[in-house]
């Protein structure tokens, strides 16, 4: 058997790999290209080409594939076999020409593009991203790619990552320099993405339509047993999920996935998968990788991978915690407050600037998470709140105070710090990291984004991150370059932002109804949905912010907020016509099958025993008949509301999704689940929660 530093990375063509079978010279030209992001030479590309296909061919690969992650939020691949025919003769070698490596026309037109392919000429390309290596897999060599337009324009997430990235990197830059390069000349953000999903019994999850079609259960009441006894969180893993575990580490260890903490999360059947971090696109790649052999893998098990939000109500949502720091080319964590008062000075100036760019730009962080899927569980049970705060821990916001006020620092000893220099007094990395409840936290080295959902592609957030640090430094940079005493400048500077942006900073418990009132006194926020979350996309000094680092430029940015608009009056739509179906031809079925046999124990009763005794049964039966009374009415409505909803489109539509058939199905999830609650199981036709919860073992 082979041991795991075997294992690791051995689907992949990485650095080690090109190295050992590249030509020295097209090595170097291929890092050279990687690392700036130009073109590469057909002549190199033809060389890569080959050797990389011999490599994959060894590794039982017959088809390639362009691997893109269009705005769909999950992956695309369309596989084309590497056999050619030879001329003169019936046979075929495999061939993979360094045009195929690089470029490829999927078309994929019926990928969500809008309105940015409307003319004949908008055709979708596919360019391979070689900062992210290529790997093997299920036969296959995917080559991970951005997929743009004819013009240019970006269709899919990884383009305006790879931009955003190159914008805080020039950005960084110019901040390293001011402290004279010690640090590093440049920097790249660095991402850790904690996954969370549900594992249920596939028998199990066949039966729920609902879960089959939207992800998520539209109805089920609470089971006896939540998660209210805490004894699932952290617990002993059940031997059928620590199988599926066990085998989802190899196959993302061969896929160089650095997959590291694996344990049960708080809601039965929960779990959580955590990898080591990795630069901000490679890690995108891994987590979009993560989901998807998750998924197949579960499948091998007879188990089901449910990575929506919220998949049951009542219980824990899953979330997809984004672990985001800034590192140097030297491999400088610039959230590393540092030994010498210059690289603390370095720390404070690059902390204040997230919590500048976290207060300026609410809005978009909070745009960046906004799903139809994610409304369910932002400000639900052990979620953050849809209110944006940073929270540093009690000592270093002391810290941040007694800086602003000029003021001694009491923490364990007192010190009154002059910025650049003193030593910062060591503040201890876990009172960072005590507050769960907080959506933006400083955990000592590195900021948690904890409010990116389960299914979310983390490129999104990610790119909104990468874009405000970067205008926040920028406005630093500009301030201090003509500096003719940095150190009183700097100085100044920090106690300024302090002061500007303190309303940001928030410690408390975020899950708390007193925080709604005092963020709303602080003026911060609170875009509680996605239909309230999505429009501030497209106000103009969001524009100009994206146009100016060249991250999306403004049809790419209307483009999105339509796709964005429509995937989720869809998605609600989806959910809607899933439960029209299942109330129609199996709930209310159901509950008056029941009723007819209720009817016929009280006509038998009556005969023999008397009208007296069929007290309990008329009490059923009647509660049973108003509840399908309600229900049949509400389904009425929301019938109407669907139908009257396709007539709309844009904003308005997702306005009326979330104002008027999310209520309406609300609604009928009371009355639906008081009707399971009473309905003799016998003839109820799904699963409960008590079967699906439990439905492991
Ligand atoms: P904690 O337990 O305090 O949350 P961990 O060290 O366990 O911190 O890290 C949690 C996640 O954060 C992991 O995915 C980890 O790889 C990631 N992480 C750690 N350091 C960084 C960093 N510098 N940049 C991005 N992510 C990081
Ligand atoms: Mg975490």
């Known amino acids: ?146 997929f743009i337009s004819y013009s240019g324009e970006a269709l899919d997430k990884k383009t305006p990552l790879l931009r955003s990235i190159q914008a805080l990197g020039k950005q960084a830059s110019r901040i390293l320099a001011l402290f004279g390069g010690a640090s590093g000349t440049t920097a790249t953000p660095t991402v850790g993405a904690e996954q969370e999903y549900f594992l249920l019994d596939k028998e199990v999850y066949l039966k729920r339509p609902d879960l089959i079609t939207c992800g998520r259960t539209l109805f089920g009441a609470p089971p006896a047993k939540g998660q209210e006894l805490h004894d699932h969180y952290f617990g002993a893993i059940k031997p059928r999920v620590k199988a599926f575990m066990a085998d989802l580490d190899q196959e993302l260890w061969k896929l160089g996935v650095l997959a590291k903490t694996k344990h049960n999360e708080a809601a039965p059947s929960q779990h959580e998968l955590a990898p080591l971090f990795n630069g901000a696109n490679t890690a995108t790649d891994h987590n979009q990788l993560t989901m998807s052999v998750m998924r197949t893998i579960a499948e091998k098990h007879g188990l089901v991978c449910l990575l929506h939000e919220k998949p049951f109500k009542g219980v824990n949502g899953s979330g997809k915690h984004n672990n985001w720091s800034l590192q140097s080319d030297t491999g400088v964590n610039l959230f590393e407050p540092g030994e010498t008062p210059a690289e603390n000075a370095q720390f404070l100036l690059f902390l204040t600037a997230v919590i500048k760019a976290v207060d300026d730009r609410q809005d978009l962080l909070r745009m960046s998470v906004a799903t139809a899927s994610n409304d369910h569980r932002l400000g639900a049970n052990e979620a953050p709140p849809a209110i944006i705060s940073v929270s540093l821990g009690t000592e270093l916001t002391d810290l941040l105070t007694a800086i602003e006020q000029n003021a001694t620092f009491k923490g364990r000893k007192k010190v009154q710090i002059e910025i650049g220099a003193d030593v910062l007094p060591k503040i201890p990395k876990d009172t960072t990291d005590r507050n769960r ?110 146009e100016k680092y060249g991250v999306f430029t403004e049809a790419e940015i209307f483009s999105r907020y339509q796709i964005m608009l429509e995937s989720y009056s869809t998605t609600v739509d ?54 399908s009374k309600n229900l049949t009415g509400l389904l009425g409505d929301l019938e109407k509301k669907v139908a009257y909803s396709k007539g709309l489109a844009g904003l308005p539509q997702a306005i009326f999704c979330k104002e008027e058939i999310l209520t309406t199905m609300e609604e009928m999830r009371d009355v639906i689940d008081s009707l399971e609650r009473i309905v003799d199981a016998a003839y109820w036709r799904f699963p409960t929660y008590n079967d699906l919860l439990y439905s492991v073992n």
């Open 1 to 146: 058997m082979k041991s795991i530093p075997e294992i690791f990375g051995s689907a992949v063509f990485n650095d080690e790999k090109m190295r050992e079978r590249l030509p020295k010279d097209v090595y170097e030209s291929l890092k050279k290209t990687a690392s700036s992001g130009a073109r590469l030479e057909p002549t190199i590309a033809n060389v890569v080409a080959e050797k990389m296909k011999e490599w994959a061919c060894e590794m039982g690969a017959t088809h390639f594939t362009h691997w893109f992650q269009p705005m769909t939020g999950i992956t695309a691949e369309k596989h084309d076999s590497f056999i050619s025919p030879v001329k003169g003769s019936d046979r075929v070698i495999m061939e993979f020409r360094g045009k195929e490596l690089s470029y490829g026309e999927p078309d994929a037109s019926s990928l969500p593009n809008g309105g940015l392919r409307a003319t004949f000429e908008a055709r979708g390309y596919t360019a391979w991203d070689p900062s992210s290596y290529a790997f093997v897999k299920d036969g296959t060599l995917f080559i991970p790619s951005v």
């Open 437 to 546: 409840t907080s959506p933006f936290a400083f955990t000592g080295n590195k900021f948690e984004f904890r409010m990116p959902g389960s299914s979310l592609s983390v490129a999104g957030p990610n790119v909104i991150l990468n874009t405000i640090v970067a205008e926040a430094l920028d406005e630093f940079a500009n301030k201090l370059e003509g500096s003719s005493d940095f150190k009183a400048d700097l100085n100044k500077l920090i106690r300024e932002t302090i002061v500007k942006h303190k309303r940001i900073i928030f410690n408390g418990d975020g899950y708390s109804k007193s925080w709604e009132l005092e963020a709303e006194k602080r003026g911060l926020l609170n875009l509680r949905t996605t239909a309230d979350a999505l429009p501030c996309f497209v106000k103009e000094e969001n524009r100009r912010l994206f």
């Open 574 to 627: 989806i959910e809607a016509l899933t439960i029209i179906d299942m109330v129609k031809r199996n709930i209310l079925p159901a509950a008056e099958a029941y009723q007819n046999e209720l009817c016929d124990i009280i006509l038998k009763k009556k005969d023999i025993l008397g009208e007296d005794s069929t007290g309990t049964e008329k009490a059923v039966l009647e509660k049973t008949s108003t509840l």
